[in-house]
């Protein structure tokens, strides 16, 4: 097995990150961060909840129809399955079994963003499918595209869990586009769309009773605590989730019960919080069909197929440049 891994997210971007989004009004930190060890699993916790459909929806989606798709990724001999944001490979499991019944020829990229979470699936790959080659890579969406540019197989792209959400619609069509300029005519992406739907099935979704959410969310506190020498106290902070029903657009913030001050000794920043001051942390973009088209054509990306779950209200979309 090839090492092909590289750190390229290192301490010092966290730092900028979180000096310029706590000095900032409003206040905001990439969710980019929630996920280290703790995170991680947190996050696995999240997928397993019923309260968190998307998983079961893009799982039940592959599953279903994994002939079709293991048909339309194949019919031109070799390539390299990359995927962004892989975490822990649950759903990719369904297609990479897939192939590898088939003997089919291809070799495995996940790009996750988590060091922990590349290991773990790397090493569960190896004991579950172990005629899969897989070559991992750690990095940023931004700094995946790189590595995806490196690589001269034909490439099928996975994008998949609605992870496309965490952009805001601009970000999105420059991140589609890059990897439109990347990609061959025999190239595909394969993305997953969570679709607008009754907003209470979201807010349920994103504000579970267990309280999982809120410690993910408020796991990029605790980071800050361990990482950068701070006393965050997370009592003190209160998860709240929105959604806009509009734009489709659901909000993840920390919001400040009490005034209070927080000492953050690696930055040299004390920073104050009046009683309810809000932290941004994250986006969930949903969709529907008029913004997937929009973002293809913004894009440069062409839609051959896709594949729906009603009953979930997800959607799966293969795409060409
Ligand atoms: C992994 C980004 C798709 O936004 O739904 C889950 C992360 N945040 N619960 C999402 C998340 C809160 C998730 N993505």
Known sequence: MQDTKTTLTNTSEFEKEVSQGLTNNPKHLSSMYFYDKKGDKLFQDIMAMPTYYLTDSEYEILESNKEEISNLFTGFGSFDLIE??????KKTKILLKEFSDKKIDFTYVPIDISDNALNQLQNSIEKELPEVQVQPFQGTYFEALKEINNRENRKIILFLGSN???LEHEQAVVFMNKIQKLMQPEDLLFMGFDQKKNPQTILDAYNDKEGVTAAFNKNVLA???????????????????VYDPETGTAKSYLVSKIEQTVQIENLDLT????????IHTEISQKYDDEIITWLAKESGLKMTTSYESTAYGYKNCVFKK
Request: charged share 20%; hydrophobic share 40%; proline share 0%.
């Open 271 to 278: 920073v104050h919080f009046k009683q309810w001051e809000t």
């Open 164 to 166: 496309i959400g965490n």
């Open 223 to 241: 980071r800050i605590n361990t990482e950068l020498n701070a006393n965050f106290d997370l009592e003190q902070f209160l998860h709240w989730e």
């Open 84 to 89: 962004l944001g892989a975490g822990d490979g």
